[in-house]
């Protein structure tokens, strides 16, 4: 995973961020918070009745360099694809990698700000990717996942979250 000490301008919105790395790749991070300590955070990412109630499902080996199958349930066809955990230190780091979709590598990184648990999700792209999608389906995942923490209402179904929050992507329902 990339060193959560890598400067990288915070977050400032819900929307998450990009900046550009040395080497011309693209990082899109987003950080959410919430008052619950690491282990319930940590709980949320990882215990299969919790992930599948925000994100989808996994089967397969739960330790570093384990692999399984994926499943974004949430997903209007859900589909299975190969994943692999390429890290994981509870309750603070997990990484997990998709190399059928173009080669994801996104991490995950719990700490404690300012009396807080702090989720950082960052996934790094090719130089030139237009993020802008990843970022918003990103963005409606970590809304379910603040639900499930109990911090935010659902964000709904994929269609009613666009039609709220598309336009601050520059994306609308129709395109």
Do not use: N
């Not at 995973?1 to 400067?7: E, L, S």
């Amino acid at each position: 995973m990339t060193d959560p000490a890598t400067p990288v301008d915070p977050p400032t919105h819900r929307t998450g961020a990009v900046a550009e790395l040395p080497d011309g790749r693209l990082r899109l991070e987003f950080r959410r918070s919430w008052g619950d300590g690491p282990d319930a955070v940590w709980a949320a990412l990882t215990e299969p009745d919790r992930l599948a109630r925000w994100f989808g499902t996994y089967e397969g080996e739960r330790v570093p360099g384990g692999r399984g199958t994926l499943t974004m349930t949430h997903e209007p066809e859900p589909a299975a694809t190969e994943a692999r955990i390429a890290e994981c230190d509870p309750p603070r780091e997990l990484v997990v990698e998709w190399p059928e979709q173009q080669d994801w590598r996104v991490g995950l990184a719990v700490v404690v700000e300012s009396g807080r648990t702090t989720l950082h999700l960052t996934q790094d792209f090719a130089a030139g990717t237009d993020v802008t999608d990843h970022a918003l389906g990103w963005h409606w995942y970590l809304d379910k996942l603040d639900a499930e923490m109990g911090g935010h209402p659902d964000p709904g179904d994929w269609d009613t979250f666009l039609a709220r929050v598309g336009p601050d992507y520059g994306r609308t329902p129709e395109g």
